[in-house]
């Protein structure tokens, strides 16, 4: 079995309340700690790389961005799934070649650019064309993203990962969705489910999201944030004396 085939059935066969969680490490350090905590897999952060890179989330030049989810991939024995923000205008077959130079076994692509949300059936247009390129090769988690740049509609989101589940997507991913909506979208969005997880005490734990219809759980930036918020703890104990 491939490392790709291994992480496709990890999002298989889930009782409710188990959720797929994985940990979303910035560099290979950080994917080392996961790793050695027992995770079965991991998922980066583009915004958690775009900061330990010096640049805000959605502006990492494409070059830097597969470069760091290249050390990520190589620094750990587990399959590595690469968040590629909008794809970063790459031809489909570019695309596809440049995240399996990585090394990576999944990405996320989201259906906004900008802030603005494209047109459904030419984002699953560009999606069945990356999914023609992938093979099964990659696993496609396709971000919908009404619920942070549209108006938040759940029947709108339904729609829209019906489209990107019939172009080939494997998984879907509506960031920013209300827990209270979950159960609607997992009614209505056929096969995986990706939910957004924080680490600040606000919202739902991992397996109270896998009882509301989550078949993975990620966390974007907030590893690297609360890190972060240690170090700065830390330097302000050392800057003390």
Known sequence: MSRADTFRALHHGRPPGDPLVLPGP???ASAQVCAAAGFPALATPSAGIAASLGYADGATPAGEMFAAVTRIVRAVDI???????????????ELVGRLLE????????????GGALKDPQEHADWLAEVRAEAGDRLFLNARVDTFVHGDGDPERAVERAASYVAAGADCIYPIGAPADVLPLLRAGVEGPLNVFARLDGQGPAPAELGGLGATRVTFGPWLQRRATAALGEVAA???QG
Request: with cysteine.
């Open 26 to 28: 910035w560099d290979a």
């Open 79 to 93: 399959p590595v799934s690469a968040d590629v923000e909008h794809g970063y205008g790459l031809p489909p077959r």
């Open 102 to 113: 990585t090394g990576a076994v999944g990405c996320n692509l989201e259906d906004s650019r």
């Open 237 to 239: 104990q050392l800057r």
